[in-house]
């Protein structure tokens, strides 16, 4: 009866929650990640299990509250891919986008595997079960600064 959950159900009559399937192994992908859609609690939840395979560094993850900084990067992600939230991307110091195909309905994600690439230096794999990444590829010299040297999470 240890570590059951509230209320006290001795006799196993409460049906316990489904885990969620875990997508594509995204363990090998650039980190720090961020994973999108992420406009729900549920979302960074789900994130923030699944990255326990491999453990990447992620931008998602929360419990009760949404940290200042994540919020300000997801916010930032409502046009993704474009100048704009790619900019973001490299400033924040993250390296990869990871989009979950089978949540961006809906959402402002949802057009987001029709936008063009060209001129963002970013590189779009498909990854198995309808998982998209994005990796951003290191600017040249000439554009700025390299990604490395931007701060990232819990950096300023």
Same mark, same amino acid.
């Given at each position: 009866?240890?570590?059951?959950?509230?209320?006290?159900?001795?006799?196993?009559?409460?049906?316990?929650?489904?885990?969620?399937?875990? $997508? +594509?192994? !995204?363990? @090998?992908?650039?980190?720090? *990640?961020?994973?999108?859609? #992420?406009?729900?609690?549920?979302?960074? &939840?789900?994130?923030?299990?699944?990255?326990?395979?491999?453990? $990447? +560094?992620? !931008?998602? @993850?929360?419990?009760?509250? *949404?940290?200042?900084?994540? #919020?300000?990067?997801?916010?930032?992600? &409502?046009?993704?891919?474009?100048?704009?939230?790619?900019?973001?991307?490299?400033?924040?110091?993250?390296?990869?986008?990871?989009?979950?195909?089978?949540?961006?309905?809906?959402?402002?994600?949802?057009?987001?595997?029709?936008?063009?690439?060209?001129?963002?230096?970013?590189?779009?794999?498909?990854?198995?079960?309808?998982?998209?990444?994005?990796?951003?590829?290191?600017?040249?010299?000439?554009?700025?600064?390299?990604?490395?040297?931007?701060?990232?999470?819990?950096?300023?």
């Amino acid at each position: 009866i240890e570590g059951r959950a509230l209320p006290f159900d001795p006799g196993d009559r409460i049906a316990q929650p489904e885990v969620p399937e875990a $997508p +594509a192994d !995204v363990s @090998g992908v650039a980190a720090p *990640q961020l994973h999108l859609p #992420a406009t729900l609690a549920e979302d960074n &939840r789900r994130y923030l299990l699944w990255s326990t395979d491999g453990f $990447p +560094a992620i !931008v998602n @993850g929360r419990s009760s509250i *949404q940290p200042e900084y994540t #919020a300000g990067v997801i916010a930032a992600m &409502r046009s993704f891919p474009d100048r704009s939230s790619v900019a973001t991307l490299r400033r924040r110091g993250i390296a990869s986008v990871l989009l979950h195909t089978d949540r961006i309905s809906g959402s402002p994600q949802g057009p987001a595997l029709g936008r063009p690439l060209d001129g963002l230096g970013v590189e779009r794999t498909r990854l198995d079960g309808g998982v998209f990444a994005y990796e951003l590829r290191q600017p040249s010299s000439t554009t700025g600064a390299s990604a490395a040297s931007a701060p990232g999470p819990g950096r300023r």
